[in-house]
DNA sequence: CAGTGGTCTAGACCACCGC
DNA sequence: CGGTGGTCTAGACCACTGG
């Protein structure tokens, strides 16, 4: 990652500045130590002052730095009490593309079954998204997540083998109903990010039995790719809804 | 407005500063300032030097109410040419919802052809969004969007009437492809944002018709709220197109 | 080259939080 | 109350743009 260590430091910084400016190197730096978990999610940062002395910096440029990774998600800062570490994705994000009844508030999260597990070999597109060498392996999860007992979102999930091997042979009836949480904490894996694709289709005659829907009923189709801290994919993930309880709001600017 | 103004002012601003914060402060100044066209849209701003002078504040705190402006997606800041308000919406943006073949970059603006246009008393629910008082009228618009001849979209737009009166009788066959240009040359009225609300359902025989499609074919319905400089809502649009030309992509952190 | 925004400093004081 | 982040200042120098 060093790229110059610059030997001969002329007058002040012995600070590596590839190209970028000094607070922009020390987001980086600080962006490096979150990923490797120097920094836990949840914890505290040092303070300000102790930062910015820490980094030979003034104050402004160290605010800068963090302002950077507050508008990339990674920090928090709460004013009076400290600048944090945001933890990973939730995983109920899935829900703001659908109003289901009574998934508004009461029942926050909705259940989740894990109806088949597959180990298989990675296809090329999978391959190439995850960045695995071919012949790889991945796991495949069907699932089925209900609100109130009403089956209401079909998902396929795959996910990256010798990252995730530690799901590969436990319960799935004791899995959460939140995956993101569980690959942390099983898997040491922390989702950052994710970009969704949504488009339209019809549900097959087997899609459409799980959720309790005709055979070609319209559905919405969510084709999710979740990030790491460092950015890596490392999960694909299709979830089929019906079409008529679809819903999603976006601003324009 | 102004709450208090603050006529014992102890030592040196003699600045009304609400409750905010002095930067908060100087951007609802511009914010003002656009808003009532005393800053041009695509105009340049005076520098910064000029402008902390001006105001009384230092280049930093300026900097920071440009900042909040920026975000906001009023102005725009060129490095080394200046800082400048930005226009309204271009108006292309519904395309983001869709994939038509072809439209991608040759064709980058679908041809219009206004279909029907009536004068008549706006809705409850019109005269709510549109802040009417009641018994106001509105004009209607029914409005079909096609890409290389074939038609695509089939819209319904409703706008507040004495604002948009210069619409009422003009040529239709003459109107621009792009109507919020076109608001801006005609009606004087800046479309500075907008919020669009997608959900899926089925075409009308007259809608299917109108779109060369079936009726009872599956369509996205993108119903959408335009505001202006003031943030006052001035145009309500349902948009309907081929649900299986839908697609969408969305960031979640 | 002059003028613009971008970066950076070394201070100061204020507003909020929790003990 | 001490510690945190938020605001503000009055400078300096750098980097980009255009004539």
């Known amino acids: 990652m060093n790229i110059s260590t610059n030997f001969l430091t002329p007058t002040v910084s012995d600070q590596p500045i590839p190209?970028?400016?000094?607070?922009?190197?020390?987001?980086?730096?600080?962006?490096?130590a979150i990923a490797q978990g120097d920094w836990a999610a949840g914890t505290a940062l040092p303070s300000e002052a102790v930062l910015s002395k820490k980094?030979?910096?003034a104050l402004g440029t160290l605010r800068q730095a963090l302002a950077l990774l507050v508008a990339e998600g990674l920090l928090e800062r709460q004013h009076g009490r400290g600048t944090f570490v945001k933890s990973g994705l939730g995983g109920a994000s899935m829900l703001r593309f659908f109003r289901f009844r009574q998934s508004d508030e009461r029942m926050g999260t909705p259940q989740s079954s894990i109806l088949t597990r597959t180990v298989q070999?990675?296809?090329?597109?999978?391959?190439?998204?995850?960045?695995?060498p071919t012949g790889a392996n991945v796991l495949k999860l069907q699932r089925l997540r209900?609100?109130?007992?009403?089956?209401?979102?079909?998902?396929?999930?795959?996910?990256?083998?010798?990252?995730?091997?530690a799901l590969a042979n436990s319960d799935t009836a004791?899995?959460?109903?939140?995956?993101?949480?569980?690959?942390?904490?099983?898997?040491?894996?922390?989702?950052?990010r994710a970009v969704d694709n949504v488009s339209f289709?019809?549900?097959?005659?087997?899609?459409?039995?799980?959720?309790?829907?005709?055979?070609?009923?319209?559905?919405?189709?969510?084709?999710?790719?979740?990030?790491?801290?460092?950015?890596?994919?490392?999960?694909?993930?299709?979830?089929?809804g019906d079409a008529f309880a679809f819903e999603y709001t976006a601003e324009v600017r």
Chains 1, 2 share one sequence.
């Open 19 to 32: 190209g970028q400016s000094r607070y922009g190197w020390l987001a980086a730096t600080f962006r490096a």
């Open 55 to 57: 980094h030979g910096v």
């Open 121 to 132: 070999l990675a296809s090329a597109e999978e391959a190439d998204a995850l960045h695995l």
């Open 146 to 165: 209900s609100v109130q007992g009403q089956p209401c979102l079909l998902e396929h999930i795959t996910l990256p083998l010798p990252a995730f091997a």
């Open 174 to 192: 004791a899995w959460d109903d939140l995956l993101y949480p569980m690959f942390q904490r099983v898997c040491g894996i922390t989702i950052q």
């Open 201 to 240: 289709g019809l549900l097959t005659a087997e899609q459409a039995q799980l959720l309790k829907l005709e055979t070609g009923h319209p559905c919405a189709q969510v084709q999710r790719r979740a990030f790491d801290l460092q950015g890596q994919c490392l999960e694909l993930r299709t979830t089929l």
